[in-house]
């Protein structure tokens, strides 16, 4: 009777590791179609408020290694967007090079100056509907890009900015 017991105990395991070994290869698989990434092609600035900068890292995680640091207010170029990370490179100070940055620390401003503002769009298309105006020389929340169009929030209303109507320089007016 021992010796089915024990069999049977390890046939629960053997069964049971198989199990976790294939939902966890599931998990990596929707993890990576899940952080896929996005071209972009917008200029945004740096809102990081720790006196060290915004970290700089080899990959879009906070996991991956800090390659470089950035200056609060200074311009960075996202060339793609993966979650919550951006793929940035070249930044106006402090680094050089390509690497990855968490998206909240970013910021983009509005331009539309002399006018009564710019538009918020439903997708990036000047064809879809808009969702909102914003007020020329205004500091956005930055959710993400498609292209050269930036995905923002003001005041509750998310919606994408036309490239014409964004400023992704911090202390000047864009004008």
Do not use: H
Not at 82 to 101: C, D, E, L, R, Y
Not at 142 to 167: F, H, I, P
Request: aromatic share 6%; glycine share 12%.
């Amino acid at each position: 009777m021992g010796n089915r017991a024990s069999k049977l105990v390890r046939g629960l395991t053997l069964g049971c590791i198989s199990v976790m070994f294939n939902i966890a290869i599931a998990n990596q698989i929707v993890l990576a179609a899940s952080t896929k990434s996005a071209k972009c092609n917008i200029l945004a600035y740096v809102t990081e408020k720790d006196p060290q900068g915004l970290n700089v890292r080899s990959g879009a995680s906070a996991r991956n290694r800090i390659i470089g640091k950035i200056p609060t207010n200074e311009t960075v170029k996202i060339v793609s967007v993966s979650g919550n990370w951006v793929q940035i490179t070249n930044a106006s100070g402090g680094f050089k090079g390509t690497g990855w940055v968490s998206l909240p620390k970013l910021g983009i401003s509005t331009r539309g100056y002399n006018t009564n503002g710019v538009n918020l769009y439903a997708s990036a298309n000047q064809q879809s509907r808009k969702v909102g105006r914003v007020p020329s020389s205004i500091n956005l929340n930055l959710l993400g890009c498609r292209g050269d169009w930036a995905r923002v929030e003001y005041l509750g209303v998310k919606g994408w900015l036309a490239r014409q109507d964004q400023c992704g320089v911090a202390l000047t007016s864009c004008s």
